[in-house]
C-alpha cells in the first residue's frame, strides 16, 4: 500500500530526503503522515501534509524538516536538514481521509502504512 524509500545511516548535521508512495489501491489526496520510531520509544508523529499542502509539524522538526505532497504521482517526501542523533529512528508514512478536516497526527486515524525505512545518524 505505501512504500517508503531514502533512508542511510549518515553523519549529524547532514541532510536526507526521505519519499513515500502510495499504490493505486490506497487513499489519494488525503492525509500523508510521516512517523517515526526510535528504539525503546513509542513512534511520534514528525509531519502530516494535507491534499490542500497544509502541512504540520512536529516541534523537533519545526526548522529543520519539510513535507510536501505530490497528488498526482501519490507521494510524500520529506526532507531532512541539520540531522542530530536523536532522529536516528525507523520512520514510516501513513495515509487516510480527512474529507476536508484538518490532518491529524492521531495514528488511529490512519489506515494506510509503509515497512517504514531506517534512518541512522552518527
Known amino acids: 500500500q505505501m512504500v517508503e524509500s531514502g533512508g542511510a545511516s549518515v553523519q549529524a548535521g547532514e541532510s536526507l530526503t526521505l519519499a513515500c508512495e502510495a499504490s493505486?489501491?490506497?487513499?489519494?489526496?488525503?492525509?500523508m503522515g510521516w512517523f517515526r520510531q526510535a528504539p525503546g520509544k513509542a513512534r511520534e508523529g514528525v509531519a502530516v501534509?494535507?491534499?490542500?499542502?497544509?502541512?504540520y509539524y512536529a516541534d523537533f522538526a519545526k526548522g529543520r524538516f519539510t513535507s510536501s505532497q505530490d497528488n498526482a504521482s501519490k507521494t510524500v517526501v520529506l526532507q531532512m536538514n541539520s540531522l542530530k542523533p536523536e532522529d536516528t529512528a525507523m520512520y514510516y508514512c501513513?495515509?487516510?481521509?480527512?474529507?476536508?478536516?484538518?490532518?491529524?497526527?492521531?495514528?488511529?486515524?490512519?489506515?494506510?502504512w509503509g515497512p517504514g525505512t531506517q534512518v541512522t545518524v552518527s
Open positions: 501513513g495515509v487516510y481521509d480527512a474529507y476536508g478536516g484538518k490532518c491529524s497526527f492521531r495514528e488511529d486515524f490512519y489506515d494506510y
Open positions: 493505486a489501491d490506497a487513499i489519494a489526496g488525503s492525509c
Open positions: 501534509v494535507g491534499s490542500d499542502g497544509r502541512t
